[in-house]
């Protein structure tokens, strides 16, 4: 076998609305996984999850100011495009819709979607607007790619529950299939941003996950008041020079507080490294046996 026949055939790029509409005409069956590119392992793995499923496997890469604040980093955040659609190969897109601005975004974006409460939570707090962008431009790229379903990761947790809500909501006819979080070696959250970390903020940065870990353990037992296991992660998380923005324990389906019957819970966190923000998250069930004995 030559060399040419094991490598994977590159996704065909579309840069326009028209070139992509016309190339997925009776394609059958479309997976999409939408990226702001500076693709990584967990992105690939989400496109294989699209590869399984679908007829035909389309991508975005599209950096999207909308969901940037103005002391964000929209202007350095890598683009990549060739090396994504090398790696994108190996996953088996088959097409890549990379607009610019002026395509996606022709003229001001005055019409937008509302996540409402639940974009206003948690990561809401703290980046203001943020999920309305994303919000946005997710339903701007679904009503352009049309996909039967859309591949995301569990890792953006809260965006991941913010697009159920809203194809719920706006009745999109499109299935929201979740990914779970692909993590390095040492358990830390792939994310385009780990690229920021230096050396020594590198090694310190598992400790997040580490310390969600040690929270789930606790909670799974449901002994303990998720309230004061929240403060204990995040003086963890200060001694060790850490700005964490918030540990917090909710239930998995709306973000809110559970109550003390409340089994299917999640542990969200954002905290500051050096100048990197770093999210993450963990799924728990919580064993409520004893407490109900």
């Known amino acids: 076998m030559t060399q040419t026949a094991l490598t994977p055939k590159m996704p065909t790029l579309c840069p326009t609305q028209s070139e992509l509409r016309h190339a997925l005409r009776g394609r059958g069956t479309i997976g999409f996984v939408p990226t702001m590119g500076n693709l990584h392992d967990g992105h690939i793995q989400l496109m294989r999850i699209a590869r399984q499923r679908a007829d035909c496997v389309v991508a975005s890469v599209f950096v999207n100011r909308l969901q940037f604040a103005p002391h964000e980093d929209f202007d350095r955040y890598p683009r990549t495009l060739a090396r994504d659609c090398e790696l994108m190969a190996t996953a088996g897109v088959d097409f890549v819709f990379c607009p610019t601005e002026t395509e996606l975004y022709p003229e001001p974006q005055t019409c937008v979607v509302d996540p409402g409460p639940l974009g206003s939570l948690h990561e809401g707090e703290f980046r203001v607007g943020f999920f309305r962008g994303v919000a946005t431009v997710v339903s701007k790229l679904f009503h352009i790619v049309g996909p039967d379903f859309a591949v995301f990761g569990k ?56 310390t969600l870990q040690s929270l789930a353990a606790q909670l799974r037992t449901g002994s303990r008041d998720p309230g004061t296991l929240e403060q204990e992660s995040l003086a963890t998380l200060i001694a060790h020079g850490w700005r964490p923005d918030y540990v917090r324990v909710r239930r998995q389906h709306d973000l809110q507080p559970p109550s003390e019957t409340c089994q299917d819970l999640v542990i969200l966190a954002a905290a500051h490294l050096g100048s990197t923000r770093l999210i993450d998250n963990l799924e728990v069930r919580r064993d409520l046996r004893e407490r109900l004995a």
């Not at 299939?177 to 598992?206: F, H, I, K």
């Open 155 to 210: 890792k953006d947790y809260q965006q991941l529950q913010v697009i159920r809500h809203m194809v719920r909501q706006l009745a999109l006819p499109v299935e929201i299939v979740a990914g779970e979080t692909a993590r390095a070696e040492d358990g830390l959250a792939l994310s385009s941003r780990n690229g920021y970390l230096s050396t020594s903020e590198r090694a310190e940065a598992p400790r997040l996950y580490q």
